[in-house]
């Protein structure tokens, strides 16, 4: 089964039409190093040897930058595999769609030297995605998981008809939810100076660029991650996004787990919070055994004025 993925060719796509033209994507992160020796299917022994060499290279970062480096590495240079889509955006509008073609190969010296061969056969205009593919596709990081739109992206392409607004994964009880919460992901980024949880928190950054949305762990992505004030708790904040009760309650301490053992320094504790549309006393009834999880709810309003 394919697996569709959304790839940053540099910052701001910098890279991209060296990439689009030498037929590649890539990654750097300052690791001057062939990988192959570290690669394998398991995520968390390659961080294991890799971060603590990044971190010591870079003795000014964090672990949270150590495991965003290393997790974005592991996932262009082993985890996307042949066969796998990948979409591209070019800077001006438009994705770039390929498919990966060949294992991973260092080029030492070259721009992005962590690379996959790609074959680049279409090209899909922002403008023509859902909103909610918009979004996934303009998520912050490197690399994005977009496999739950393969179907529109099929479509896009003309390989078949287009899906109706439905989910297809077993933990949605309701889509409705699911779309509303993806775009309330992005208003809480953009607003979360204004939120009860900024009072205390900042979603993590480094060099001035916001790394805490969609964070990568070795059980997916985090939906946001963020460092208290005082730098001495991290929390892992997680959106019901219409999933059943026990998949998110499993899914918030299954990151904080991971955050724990591989992010958080010696000094720092890990706080969780689940945001939901509306109350759920299963999530209450969970989280009353765990005492270090929040259960948050949000609300909408909005008016009309007649012009």
């Not at 009353?288 to 609300?299: L, T, W």
Request: aromatic share 8%; hydrophobic share 40%.
């Amino acid at each position: 089964m394919k697996n569709y993925y959304r790839v940053m060719l540099g910052r701001n796509s910098m890279y991209a039409a060296d990439c689009f033209a030498g037929n590649f994507i890539g990654a750097h992160f300052s690791v001057h190093q062939d990988l192959q020796p570290l690669l394998s299917e398991d995520s968390r022994a390659f961080n294991h040897i890799l971060a603590p060499q990044w971190i010591a290279q870079n003795p000014s970062k964090s672990k949270v930058a150590a495991g965003l480096a290393c997790g974005v590495l592991w996932t262009i240079s082993k985890g996307i595999q042949n066969g796998d889509i990948v979409l591209c955006p070019d800077g001006q509008g438009t994705y770039r769609v390929g498919e990966v073609l060949a294992d991973y190969q260092y080029l030492a010296g070259e721009i992005l030297p962590h690379r996959r061969a790609v074959r680049w056969f279409a090209a899909i205009a922002r403008s023509d995605m859902s909103e909610a593919l918009r979004n996934s596709c303009g998520s912050i990081g490197t690399v994005s998981t977009i496999s739950k739109y393969a179907s529109e992206i099929d479509s896009l392409l003309g390989q078949q008809a287009a899906p109706k607004i439905l989910s297809t994964d077993p933990e949605i009880e309701d889509p409705t939810s699911f779309a509303l919460e993806k775009h309330l992901e992005d208003f809480l980024v953009a607003n979360w100076a204004q939120t009860e949880l900024g009072k205390d928190y900042d979603i993590f950054t480094e060099d001035g660029e916001t790394i805490g949305q969609q964070y990568p762990s070795d059980t997916g992505p985090m939906d946001i991650l963020a460092i208290s004030k005082d730098k001495k708790q991290l929390l892992v904040v997680e959106l019901k996004k219409g999933r059943a009760s026990d998949a998110v309650v499993g899914q918030v301490l299954r990151y904080m787990g991971f955050v724990m053992s591989e992010l958080a320094e010696e000094n720092q504790t890990v706080r969780g919070a689940i945001i939901a549309l509306e109350d759920d006393q299963r999530i209450r009834r969970a989280l009353a055994a765990v005492g270090n999880v929040d259960f948050y709810r949000y609300q909408i309003s909005f008016k009309l004025s007649k012009i």
